[in-house]
């Protein structure tokens, strides 16, 4: 069975840093890309980064680019989501995801963990 | 980007009702286009993956279609727990994925 199960959330002030780890299970860790995917409360979903199965290919949505760094471990099969100079607007559920093949859909997603950025 | 346009934003229904959801490309996405559903609280669950194919265990009164830029969900008989909220998706120029805004099916 696959699981994601995300870490790390809390509440943070503007200009303050946190790491999210999402802990990965039940499927072949290195051969899927993964994503990351936010949702602000009562709002809709956008796409903040997306790591190869390799680690070597990385992307991010331009909401985030050069402030969150994407990375994955293989050798403990988890996810990270380093998150610095943090902004009101990053408040918000974030879910990791798996990329299936093919059509590249979300096919598994995480249970999340809340971003809060305020002071 | 592409941005992806669903209509209605909401809509009101009865259980045992046919409903049609819409999902609009702003460029032809071919068939890389994604519907998911979402209960309050809960990360989204995928539905249908290709425009038209239904992910395992999802049921059948669930479906799909459309390629280019036009693309319908189609839910074709309501139960009382399919009055939720779903996104498209589009996967074209993966990884920079679009969603669309959301439509909220609500019991009339």
């Known amino acids: 069975e696959v699981q994601l199960l995300e870490s790390g959330g809390g509440l943070v002030q503007p200009g303050g840093s946190l790491r999210l780890t999402c802990g990965a299970s039940?499927?072949?860790?290195?051969?899927?890309?993964l994503s990351w995917i936010r949702q602000a409360p009562g709002k809709g979903l956008e796409w903040v980064s997306t790591?190869?199965?390799?680690?070597?290919?990385?992307d991010y949505a331009d909401s985030v680019k050069g402030r969150f760094t994407v990375s994955r471990d293989s050798s403990n099969s988890t996810l990270y989501l380093q998150m610095n100079s943090l902004r009101a607007e990053d408040t918000a559920m974030y879910y990791c995801?798996?990329?299936?093949?093919?059509?590249?859909?979300?096919?598994?997603w995480g249970q999340g963990t809340l971003v809060i950025v305020s002071s | 980007d592409i941005q992806m346009t669903q209509s209605p934003s909401s809509l009101s229904a009865s259980v045992g009702d046919r409903v049609t959801i819409s999902c609009r490309a702003s460029?032809?996405?071919?068939?890389?286009l994604n519907w998911y559903q979402q209960k309050p609280g809960k990360p989204p669950k995928l539905l249908i993956y290709?425009?038209?194919s239904l992910q395992s265990g999802v049921p059948s009164r669930f479906s799909g279609s459309g390629s280019g830029t036009d693309f319908t969900l189609t839910i074709s008989s309501l139960q009382p727990e399919d009055f939720v909220t779903y996104y498209c998706?589009?996967?074209?120029?993966?990884?920079?994925?679009?969603f669309g805004q959301g439509t909220r099916l609500e019991i009339k």
């Open positions: 995801a798996k990329v299936s093949g093919g059509y590249d859909p979300s096919d598994y």
């Open positions: 039940g499927f072949n860790f290195r051969s899927f890309a």
């Open positions: 790591i190869s199965g390799s680690g070597a290919t990385t």
């Open positions: 460029q032809s996405i071919s068939s890389y």
């Open positions: 290709g425009a038209s």
């Open positions: 998706q589009q996967t074209y120029i993966s990884p920079r994925i679009t």
